[in-house]
């Protein structure tokens, strides 16, 4: 049997331990707060954009560029497949990064040459521990447009230059407070969306080039909207961990 001393000591560190899940707590819960307000205002738009992106995009099915699907649906030959992975940067966060590594390795599988692009600590020294070929595109914490513009121009740097005949996102989508789902998406080549508009539609300066600039602008954004779901979900995910800690705690 214990000790009367052995309690005391037992008490007072499950005391210190729950002032640290607290702190954490209420930390997450004021991020969460803030990013669901900032995914609030911006997902609309980013919906958008990716519908008016897709109505563009149908194109004249004799249209050929290298950021869209062949018009039989193939993938351009001998390539790598690019999948970017999102995580966060710590633990402490449940299944959220488990689930998004093991969904990850899943696609690896299916894909034998791909190769990982890390967004978050967690994911890139798990990815790097177990000899995937991996490169590391920087942190998940506080998610902004700025870092979504670096990292789609990286994506697409590397896809122009021939190293990627396929760009992959896996990341996590916050249904509500609790559901959190991840997604796995192509981000290019593009799909070629349904039959060709009745209405041609006149390309300035060219069709290349227009296509290159929506695109663009369509990937940076739903990279932004992506991060921005992560982190919401990382945080919710956060908070229900700290707050089950303090249960157990208490």
Aim: some cysteine.
């Amino acid at each position: 049997m214990a000790s009367a001393k052995e309690l005391k000591d037992r008490i007072k560190a499950v005391k210190e331990t729950r002032k640290i899940t607290g702190a954490m707590y209420l930390i997450s819960s004021t991020k969460l707060r803030r990013a669901k307000q900032e995914l609030a205002r911006t997902k609309p738009y980013f919906d958008a954009l990716r519908e008016e992106t897709e109505h563009i995009m149908r194109v004249d099915r004799d249209f050929r560029s290298r950021y869209l699907l062949a018009p039989d649906g193939s993938l351009p030959a001998d390539g790598v497949c690019g999948v970017l992975s999102v995580t966060s940067d710590k633990g402490l966060a449940g299944a959220y990064n488990l689930n998004v590594i093991h969904e990850t390795e899943a696609l690896c599988r299916g894909k034998p040459n791909a190769r990982i692009l890390a967004v978050g600590e967690a994911g890139h020294r798990y990815f790097t521990a177990h000899r995937y070929d991996t490169v590391f595109l920087g942190a998940a914490e506080t998610p902004s447009l700025h870092a979504a513009r670096a990292i789609s121009a990286e994506l697409l740097d590397r896809y122009d230059a021939g190293e990627f005949n396929e760009l992959m996102i896996v990341y996590t989508d916050m249904k509500n407070s609790i559901v959190s789902t991840v997604r796995t998406q192509r981000l290019l080549p593009f799909p070629r969306a349904g039959e060709a508009n009745a209405a041609r539609l006149e390309f300035v300066p060219s069709a290349e080039e227009a296509v290159q600039g929506i695109l663009r602008s369509y990937l940076s954004g739903f990279i932004y909207s992506a991060l921005l779901d992560s982190f919401c979900a990382e945080q919710n995910a956060r908070v229900t961990a700290m707050d089950a800690a303090n249960a157990n705690a208490q």
